[in-house]
């Protein structure tokens, strides 16, 4: 089933999938709900899986009411999802963009998130010099020249060439296919200053963060690095490094899969 659901200006599209408690699946920039599809596929088995796309990205509008896309109006939009559909708590999983988003709402409702599953993601651009310079740069191309121009190059940062060709031709297929505009403005959010780290010490759920051992865009230092900052005297997050780049989502399903089913069979 697929729903529009209105949020701050955003027709946001919402994907709802089988039966079970609840799981929210939330991607990157430049992608959509089908990157999640075989996870979906795998988990709906169990679960009542939602994926959501974030404003200008597959299905969901940009807002009209909005001036641009931030960190917080994301946190909003997934919370208000979670809300509108009556969901009282949820496992979240949440790839890169999505990871980070993930992690911002479980530090600001720990008792609305029964486990965190973080998938290549990392930290704020906004204090990061470099990050932020190549950010900004991939923010003013997507205005200026559309996607198409460099589609193939971003398939090739994101996905290593020796990975199976579906995944690779899935992923160009999503990102070539979504709005500059919505494009720009993720590049902006992810680097603005609206975009703070949460507080992970106040990340009280199971949490799983999963790297990909050729990830150039969050590589295996920052799975670490994560891994500490969520470690508290009471729980230590579980970690995966798949032999992937950044798309482990769609480059090892199966790898992907059982990670997040090691520690399913954990939760109460």
Known sequence: MSIIIP?????????????????????????????FYPLMEIFSKTHTVVRIDWPGHGHSSLSNTVEKVTMPLLVTILESVM????????????HSAGGIVS?????????RVDALFVLGAGRTRAVDRLSKSFTQQLS????????HWHVDERVDYNI??????LSRALLRAITSRTDPEGYAQMCDALCDDTHVDPDYSS????????????DNISPVHVTDELVELMTTSVKTPSRYVLNTGHMMIIEDVNGTA???DDVLKQLP
């Open 83 to 94: 809300n509108h559909l009556t969901i009282s708590t949820a496992i979240l999983v949440g």
């Open 7 to 35: 949020i701050a200006g955003v027709d946001v599209f919402v994907e709802i999938d089988g039966d079970g408690p609840h799981m929210i699946m939330t991607h990157g920039l430049g992608a959509s709900t089908n990157v």
């Open 258 to 260: 059982l990670a997040i």
């Open 160 to 165: 290593p060439s020796g990975t199976v060709g």
């Open 140 to 147: 003013r191309a997507a205005r200026s020249k559309g996607l």
């Open 203 to 214: 990340i009280i759920c199971p949490v799983c963060v999963i790297g990909g051992l050729e």
């Open 103 to 111: 992690m911002m709402v479980a530090a600001r409702n720990p008792d």
